[in-house]
């Protein structure tokens, strides 16, 4: 009797455990298919992103959003935006201003445009303003590269840099979002330094270096005016 009711025990536990490995497998199987439905639709939505982004970028250059705390700020708005409630910034500098501006009078159009055609801002802010930067800042490195041209030649050091820097970049231009950023970029392809600056150290640097160096950048300035005159 005894033998009886263990054997009848194993059956039933063999069948509860085939019964558990069936749940694990349905379950594991379930998750697979939502993985890979959110895998096929993340990629849809950078497509529709690489693409929409590209062409809005060559009707704006709105370099003033690659300034770190600009573009903090712009993903509060995009945040607040899917949420439904209002993002306001305590510190509002000139390139704060203009990303507010940027952001209410064009980016919000452009986003409305995107939903149209079945883009859902909600989840997906960080990957829109990723691929807002990243497509933003290649169109700035390579309209500065071509604009002031390669000024930096192989094996110079970084007070050199500095100093063709302010010789090729225009007075009131050198320390805008968008020529501080090129200038980081192009100092790590030169490989001139390891390159761990922020784009806010580099610009303290930049603006040091000037001071400590006024007089000679005074110097050279008139001495190009004079070079010009026939």
Same mark, same amino acid.
């Given at each position: 009797?005894f033998q %009886? ?5 194993? +059956?039933?536990?063999?069948?509860? !455990? ?5 749940? /694990?497998?349905?379950?594991? =199987?379930?998750?697979? @298919? ?7 639709? @993340? ?30 700020a712009l993903?509060?708005?995009?945040? +607040? ?6 993002? /306001?910034?305590?510190?509002?500098? %000139?390139?704060?201003?203009?990303? *507010?501006?940027?952001?209410? @009078? ?17 989840? *997906? =802010? ?14 700035? *490195?390579? !309209?500065c590269l071509?604009?002031?041209? &390669? ?8 007070? =050199?840099?500095? &100093?063709? *820097? ?5 007075? =009131?231009?050198? $320390? ?8 980081? /970029? $192009? ?6 330094? &390891? ?13 040091? $270096?000037?001071? &400590? @160096? ?14 010009? /005159? %026939?």
């Amino acid at each position: 009797m005894f033998q %009886s009711l263990k054997s009848k025990l194993e +059956a039933k536990r063999a069948v509860w !455990s085939e019964g558990t490995q069936q749940r /694990i497998a349905k379950h594991a =199987e379930k998750e697979r @298919n939502e993985a890979l439905f959110q895998m096929k639709k @993340n990629e849809r939505v950078q497509t529709l992103l690489n693409t929409e982004v590209e062409k809005y970028l060559r009707t704006v250059h709105p370099t003033f959003l690659l300034k770190p705390e600009v573009h903090r700020a712009l993903l509060n708005m995009l945040h +607040a935006r899917s949420e439904g409630t209002v993002s /306001i910034s305590m510190t509002m500098t %000139s390139e704060m201003r203009k990303a *507010y501006s940027f952001y209410h @009078n064009e980016l919000k159009i452009f986003i409305s445009l995107l939903e149209r055609k079945g883009f859902a801002l909600a989840g *997906y =802010e960080d990957t829109f303003l990723t691929t807002l930067l990243t497509k933003l800042r290649e169109n700035n *490195y390579r !309209s500065c590269l071509e604009l002031y041209g &390669d000024f930096v030649p192989e094996g110079s050091t970084l007070t =050199e840099a500095f &100093d063709l *820097y302010f010789e090729v970049v225009e007075k =009131e231009f050198k $320390y805008n979002s968008g020529s501080v950023d090129f200038f980081a /970029i $192009y100092l790590n392809h030169k490989n001139i330094v &390891d390159f761990t600056w922020t784009k806010s150290r580099l610009k303290r640097k930049l603006k040091q $270096y000037e001071k &400590d @160096n006024k007089q000679e950048f005074k110097l050279k300035q008139l001495e190009r005016k004079l070079k010009d /005159i %026939s």
